[in-house]
């Protein structure tokens, strides 16, 4: 009886495991460049562009000085999957496709970043930036905030 109730537990443990989960983003971006704290600030010291991705709320409470907001709105927050009623306003961003972008939220496991700067160089952008750890590494580095 006690095996039966360990077992019973376990593959219950095993089932609910993916409901709690949360993936983490990845270390890479394809077509871009994922960059760390220090290279996004050595980015932004040379007058790059950096896309808050968040909300706007997020955006008003702290963001990275000088950063334009383009919020990416997602149906699955915590996953890679991408959903046709997601939505991010391209128009927003530079015509120029040649222009350096860094795309940011508020880091892993936060995915509109990352969703956001897939979807600038799906729309042919060429100079992309992810930056992984976002507002929180920002913060914590003492780097400038509005």
Do not use: H
């Amino acid at each position: 009886m006690k095996q039966l109730l360990m077992v019973t537990i376990t593959l219950l443990a095993f089932l609910a495991a993916p409901v709690f989960a949360v993936e983490e983003t990845p270390q890479s971006i394809p077509g871009g460049t994922m960059v760390t704290v220090d290279q996004a600030k050595a980015l932004y010291d040379k007058g790059t562009t950096f896309i808050d991705t968040r909300v706007a709320a997020e955006f008003t409470e702290k963001t990275i000085k000088g950063a334009i907001n383009v919020p990416y709105k997602e149906k699955f927050p915590k996953e890679s999957k991408v959903d046709p009623t997601d939505s991010f306003n391209l128009s927003k961003l530079p015509a120029d496709k040649a222009t350096p972008l860094v795309f940011f939220c508020n880091g892993s496991p936060c995915w509109k970043g990352y969703k956001a700067a897939a979807a600038a160089i799906k729309a042919g952008y060429k100079n992309v930036s992810w930056f992984r750890d976002g507002v929180p590494a920002w913060v914590a580095k003492g780097y400038p905030t509005q």
